[in-house]
């Protein structure tokens, strides 16, 4: 049944965005719908949380808000913070708001009031990072949603009409991710359609299998886990979820994102006391200070800039590897500032652009201290090209440990070639995610697919990382057979001057020719 209800849900909810979007796009129009789904998912919550603990009183959340019982009021919302992290008393739940729409009324003021009531229930609670500003994004003055406030209140109604047809399944679902899952769906298909900016807040979920996979190979349970770019933080779920993660920590610059991230934690059941996700640029204002996880995993913007500013040749973070990462391409600060943080019996995997294997000047240096000084390096993975929502670069996994013996070889796997195209986009299928991870967690050599190399074919090489340099994927050509193609050749040249005679023969029967 979770499964049916998951790709019922899915269909729904992508129907809605698409029948809803009009003339919006889809990176605007993502924000508002994916915002009323929490809020209705909120409410949800929180009125089922409540008829419970009212049951054996033989009463529910809405019958005590009508009573005079100030006490017990007080003690529900005390109970709800505690438990839930927020408050909403029923004045101001989606099922409310629907009534209201169902009146006619223009639902805006008391639907921006219901939004705030939320974020304000928080304020000096232990939940008050994780449900603040959360509904920022949600500006229901915007001229995108209308000319006249009466053009507004007809689509945000709509909107809240159609997403209150759809039954999320809270009551009958005992895995909450049935709806998390279905809400990160949106989240990629929003991606697909949002143009070059996608990448930076979701990462493709067959990607986000393999680095999960890749980093709890070894272990039976994470303590913690870290993603110091995490866009809408799909990927920290995943791997959260795949090493059982205890602790869920992440950083996100824009502010829209990080809002989206912590819906999508709380859509997928993680309490708001067992994630912390900071808003920040991670680089320049890092929210984690000395800290350090099991696992690490990322997918930065590739080659994006920084200020590379002289102050961070003292950063613990940077100082040790002698030289800063180029101020046009952030993509070893990125990878300096993750190792930092992974603790040493860790593991991180990040995306990368195939630019960091090989390029010289200071990264060549950056490239040369992790794996003459530290060998830290543990494996490289070359994807194929166009899997990424808004570049079609190849890209490639580093995966690095500190806890490497001296002797250890470098793993290399050319994945390049294996994938399956869908339209405009390359897909990775379980097959392939599968033979990567197999080849990683053994150590395989397959020909034309995966090398182990030595510490000397690396400093023969000069540090250059380039996988052809160490996985030849090149495939040689049949050979000619002369003798078959003369042989083919004149046998066509046969059957054409029998053609050709018998053409002469029919011209001549009907007399165009004598």
């Not at 979701?202 to 039976?220: D, H, M, N, R």
């Not at 920590?249 to 067992?274: D, S």
């Not at 950056?366 to 890209?395: C, H, M, V, W």
């Not at 540090?463 to 078959?484: K, M, Q, S």
């Amino acid at each position: 049944m979770s499964e049916e209800l998951q790709q019922k849900l899915r269909s729904q909810l992508w129907t809605v965005a698409n029948t809803l979007r009009g003339n919006m796009s889809a990176s605007d129009f993502m924000y508002f719908s994916l915002g009323f789904i929490f809020y209705k998912y909120l409410s949800e919550k929180i009125e089922l949380y409540v008829n419970d603990e009212l049951e054996a009183d033989g009463t529910t959340f809405q019958e005590v808000w009508k009573s005079n019982d100030e006490a017990l009021k007080e003690e529900i919302k005390a109970l709800c913070v505690e438990s839930l992290g927020y408050f909403v008393d029923p004045a101001f739940l989606f099922s409310t708001i629907i009534e209201a729409i169902r009146r006619k009324e223009n639902i805006l003021p008391q639907l921006e009031r219901s939004l705030k009531k939320i974020e304000d229930s928080t304020i000096g609670q232990e939940s008050e990072d994780d449900f603040g500003g959360l509904f920022s994004d949600i500006d229901l003055a915007s001229p995108k949603l209308g000319k006249t406030a009466d053009d507004k209140n007809r689509l945000i109604s709509d909107v809240l009409m159609a997403l209150n047809g759809i039954d999320f399944g809270l009551e009958e679902a005992s895995d909450i991710d049935i709806l998390g899952d279905a809400y990160e769906y949106m989240i990629g298909q929003f991606a697909a359609g949002a143009g070059k900016k996608a990448g930076e807040f979701y990462t493709p979920q067959e990607v986000s299998q393999i680095l999960a996979e890749i980093v709890t190979t070894g272990k039976t349970r994470l303590k913690n886990v870290y993603d110091p770019t995490c866009g809408s933080g799909s990927l920290l779920l995943r791997t959260a979820r795949s090493g059982k993660a205890d602790s869920i920590y992440g950083q996100e610059k824009n502010p829209t994102t990080f809002n989206l991230a912590r819906m999508n934690m709380l859509l997928h059941g993680v309490k708001y006391n067992n994630f912390d996700i900071q808003n920040g640029d991670t680089l320049e204002a890092d929210a984690f200070d000395d800290q350090q996880f099991d696992a690490v995993v990322a997918n930065p913007p590739f080659s994006a800039e920084w200020s590379a500013a002289q102050k961070f040749n003292n950063d613990d973070r940077f100082s040790k590897a002698g030289v800063l990462a180029p101020k046009s391409k952030a993509d070893y600060a990125f990878i300096l500032h993750m190792i930092y943080h992974l603790n040493e019996g860790g593991t991180m995997a990040c995306v990368a652009p195939h630019g960091v294997l090989f390029r010289g000047a200071a990264e060549g240096k950056i490239r040369q201290f992790l794996i003459e000084k530290r060998n830290y390096i543990d494996a490289i993975i070359g994807l194929p090209a166009n899997i990424f929502y808004g570049t079609s670069i190849p890209t490639c996994i580093l995966v690095i440990k500190k806890c490497r013996e001296e002797n250890d070889n470098i793993l290399f796997i050319d994945a390049s070639k294996d994938f399956e195209k869908i339209k405009t986009q390359n897909k990775l299928r379980p097959e392939h995610i599968q033979k990567i991870v197999e080849t990683y967690r053994e150590r395989k050599e397959i020909e034309k697919y995966s090398h182990c190399a030595t510490m000397q074919e690396i400093i023969d090489n000069d540090y250059n990382l380039n996988i052809p340099r160490y996985v030849d994927t090149f495939e040689e050509e049949e050979p000619i057979d002369i003798h078959a193609v003369m042989s083919e050749i004149k046998a066509l040249e046969a059957k054409r001057a029998d053609l050709d005679k018998q053409i002469e023969v029919y011209m001549k029967e009907l007399g165009i020719v004598e």
